[in-house]
């Protein structure tokens, strides 16, 4: 996007190439705009100079500047929509709004919204389109500009898609207000380069601490998986193959012996130590089926620096164990009985994130070095999922 409108007007033949894989690896990243469109665009470089929070990001806080605002707002978005945490932002902003100044519709979309049945060998069902949605950003506007008395007020408001159970249904806020918070614990026997399957994720908490190891290096990253042409970067995709790195740990829950539905907004708790003075962490949830597969339905991520605040770097002292507070993207999924809920822990997502270093100058660093982190669980140092469960 910053390529098709980096030259104040659109053209999207200018993001429309065949060599990202290329462009995506220039380094130092300053130099990107300049190498890959022989031209220099001042405000890519600008965000892609290293900075803490300062005057310069607060400029595009809206969230920020809009606390005191109350404005009638109807807010769509969606389980794979790449600014899902913009949406997350604005219904924290609603939350106490009287009702009928707020309507919040999340369904089973990308960032284009209301478009498809079904998604990367993912269907969503029937139901997954909403053909009323015109009719009812109309009467909204209708409503709340011409004060007509249409009953779009009156109507639920949230409305929302529970994957895996493809229906609609309705609540009076979001967070859902009749859903229950529950701890999903990270455990295993130590060993380190834990691989599929052997890192164990329990409803109770472990007594016994432990931790699982391994190295990241910024030279090979992990993958996301995305289909680049598509320009989304939030898509379920399989990641059975990608859970086979040994930059990798996989924490499974036993197969489930009845249907499990988690609604919301989720945040993985962990306590990491690593030999870097900072390192990324990339946490997923997956829904690995009955035949292993393993699809990706939330992820969040943070760099360890940034672990108190984003308004001032805090490097990792070696040693040193720390906890990370990472919140994911949303969902309403159900885990059907006989699969179980996957979580993974790595520190790169090629493709979504520039690998960060390991160094002070993080992702922007021409220099690299090879990480050794680690996850602790158990005991004092209890790595978790915070989820809501649905009744």
Same mark, same amino acid.
């Given at each position: 996007?910053?390529?098709?409108?980096? *030259?104040?007007t659109?053209h &999207?033949?200018?993001?429309?190439?065949?060599?990202?894989e290329?462009?995506?690896n220039?380094? &130092?990243?300053?130099?990107l &705009?300049?190498?890959?469109?022989g031209?220099?665009?001042?405000?890519?470089t600008?965000?892609?100079?290293?900075?803490?929070?300062?005057?310069f990001?607060r400029m !595009?806080?809206?969230?920020e500047r809009?606390?005191?605002?109350?404005?009638?707002?109807l807010?769509q978005s969606?389980?794979?929509?790449d600014?899902?945490?913009g949406?997350? #932002?604005?219904?924290e902003?609603?939350?106490?709004?009287p009702?009928?100044?707020r309507k919040?519709?999340l369904?089973?979309?990308?960032?284009?919204?209301?478009?498809?049945?079904?998604m990367?060998?993912v !269907?969503?069902? !029937? *139901?997954?389109l909403?053909?009323?949605?015109?009719?009812?950003?109309?009467?909204?506007?209708e409503?709340?500009?011409?004060?007509?008395?249409? $009953?779009?007020?009156?109507?639920?408001?949230?409305?929302?898609y529970?994957?895996?159970q493809?229906?609609w249904k309705?609540?009076e806020?979001?967070?859902?207000?009749?859903?229950?918070?529950?701890?999903?614990?990270?455990?295993?026997d $130590?060993?380190?380069?834990? !691989?599929?399957?052997?890192?164990?994720?329990?409803?109770?908490?472990p007594?016994?601490?432990n931790?699982?190891?391994?190295?990241?290096? &910024?030279?090979?990253?992990?993958q996301h998986?995305?289909?680049?042409?598509?320009? #989304?970067?939030e898509v379920?995709e399989?990641y059975?193959?990608?859970?086979?790195?040994? +930059?990798?740990?996989?924490y499974?829950?036993?197969? =489930?012996?009845?249907?499990?539905?988690?609604t919301? +907004?989720?945040?993985?708790?962990l306590?990491?130590?690593?030999?870097?003075?900072?390192?990324?962490?990339?946490?997923?949830?997956?829904?690995?089926d009955e035949?292993?597969?393993?699809i990706? =339905?939330?992820?969040?991520?943070?760099?360890?620096?940034?672990?108190?605040?984003?308004?001032q770097?805090e490097?990792?002292?070696?040693?040193?164990?720390?906890c =990370?507070?990472?919140?994911?993207t949303?969902?309403?999924?159900?885990?059907?009985?006989?699969?179980?809920?996957?979580?993974?822990v790595?520190?790169?997502?090629?493709n979504?994130i520039?690998?960060?270093?390991n160094?002070?100058?993080?992702?922007a660093?021409?220099?690299?070095?090879v990480?050794?982190?680690?996850?602790?669980h158990? $005991? =004092?140092?209890?790595?978790?999922?915070t989820?809501r469960? #649905?009744?």
């Amino acid at each position: 996007w910053a390529f098709a409108v980096s *030259q104040k007007t659109f053209h &999207p033949e200018l993001m429309e190439r065949d060599d990202w894989e290329k462009v995506l690896n220039i380094r &130092p990243l300053t130099d990107l &705009p300049k190498k890959a469109l022989g031209y220099d665009v001042p405000f890519i470089t600008r965000w892609l100079e290293p900075s803490d929070y300062n005057d310069f990001w607060r400029m !595009s806080n809206w969230q920020e500047r809009s606390v005191r605002a109350q404005i009638p707002a109807l807010i769509q978005s969606g389980w794979f929509d790449d600014n899902g945490m913009g949406t997350t #932002e604005a219904l924290e902003l609603v939350h106490d709004f009287p009702r009928g100044m707020r309507k919040v519709i999340l369904g089973p979309w990308q960032h284009s919204g209301n478009s498809k049945y079904d998604m990367h060998g993912v !269907s969503f069902g !029937s *139901q997954a389109l909403r053909f009323d949605l015109d009719w009812l950003y109309f009467r909204w506007f209708e409503h709340h500009l011409k004060e007509v008395d249409n $009953g779009i007020d009156q109507t639920a408001p949230v409305e929302y898609y529970t994957l895996g159970q493809e229906v609609w249904k309705t609540a009076e806020n979001w967070p859902v207000p009749e859903t229950r918070v529950t701890h999903l614990y990270l455990d295993s026997d $130590g060993h380190a380069n834990t !691989s599929a399957g052997d890192g164990r994720l329990t409803f109770a908490k472990p007594e016994r601490e432990n931790c699982d190891g391994y190295a990241y290096d &910024p030279e090979n990253p992990s993958q996301h998986i995305i289909d680049m042409s598509e320009n #989304e970067i939030e898509v379920p995709e399989d990641y059975t193959r990608e859970e086979l790195r040994q +930059d990798l740990l996989c924490y499974t829950s036993p197969v =489930l012996k009845e249907d499990l539905v988690l609604t919301g +907004d989720m945040t993985a708790e962990l306590y990491i130590s690593s030999d870097a003075p900072d390192t990324d962490f990339v946490v997923r949830v997956t829904d690995v089926d009955e035949n292993g597969r393993s699809i990706k =339905l939330a992820d969040g991520l943070l760099s360890a620096r940034y672990r108190n605040g984003f308004a001032q770097s805090e490097f990792l002292q070696e040693g040193e164990i720390v906890c =990370l507070k990472i919140r994911t993207t949303k969902l309403s999924n159900c885990f059907r009985k006989g699969h179980r809920i996957r979580v993974t822990v790595t520190s790169s997502a090629k493709n979504f994130i520039f690998p960060n270093s390991n160094t002070r100058e993080g992702f922007a660093s021409a220099r690299t070095v090879v990480a050794h982190n680690r996850v602790y669980h158990g $005991g =004092l140092h209890a790595s978790r999922l915070t989820v809501r469960v #649905e009744p």
